[in-house]
């Protein structure tokens, strides 16, 4: 019935097609494979790095667990994340949280703990309200939904931050540092293990303040999943086409 009044779109050019993404965006949907950091999956060059971490996750004093995307912001991912920002879509935040399910089980970190509370990375209040809605809450949401794991607003954004866009990593890292706090009145049980959900793994500087607040304030671990990861464009080997055969539409 719903499908009659609203058929579904590709998440990507919204032509009308029963798929996530129609045959011409699959394409352009490409994985991270490794060789990559343990914790972050920043690529690395097969060829020239040993070391199981990164740079910035060896010089991080704090940080999350394991971090995981599904796909390159790159192509039709880019433009089914800008969507989901900008149109406020709440169907398509349903439709993308398979996504991230799917990456957790095909990572054996992830898969491997069990999570008590999944979490979305906040947006400052003045900034949910303009937009009407967080798209990290929608897809936190349905992901809790189809875990059956307890979801919480667990942290706030107390700071509004300036747009982290042309920044590096330690302007952004300046920039969200003290922005978070756990919201009041949030409980989690002691020694909670924490599933932070984003739209877009950037630097990872907002996860790792996330991640440092939360650990502070007792969670035992702290990792996360988005929907998309930028990347250093010289590592094409790390990359690979995702067909989406494993999604059933
Ligand atoms: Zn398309
Ligand atoms: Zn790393």
Redesign the pocket.
Known sequence: MLDVLFPPR??????F?RQL??????YTILKIRPPYCSICAEPFDALAYHDPLCRSCREAKTNFDCARAAWLYEG?TRAAIHRLKYDGKSALAARLAPVLSHTIRADDTLNSICFDCIAPVPLHKRRERKRGFNQSELLARSLAQELEVPFGNALQRTRATPPQVGLNLKERQSNVRGAFTITPGFTSPPNAHVLLVDDVFTTGATLRECATVLKKAGAKSVCAVTIARQSAPDFQNNFEPDDLNWLTP
Do not use: Q, S
């Not at 590709?10 to 032509?15: E, P, S």
């Not at 993404?21 to 699959?26: E, G, L, P, S, T």
């Open positions: 590709c998440a990507g050019c919204r032509t097609c993404f129609c045959d011409k965006c699959v039709a």
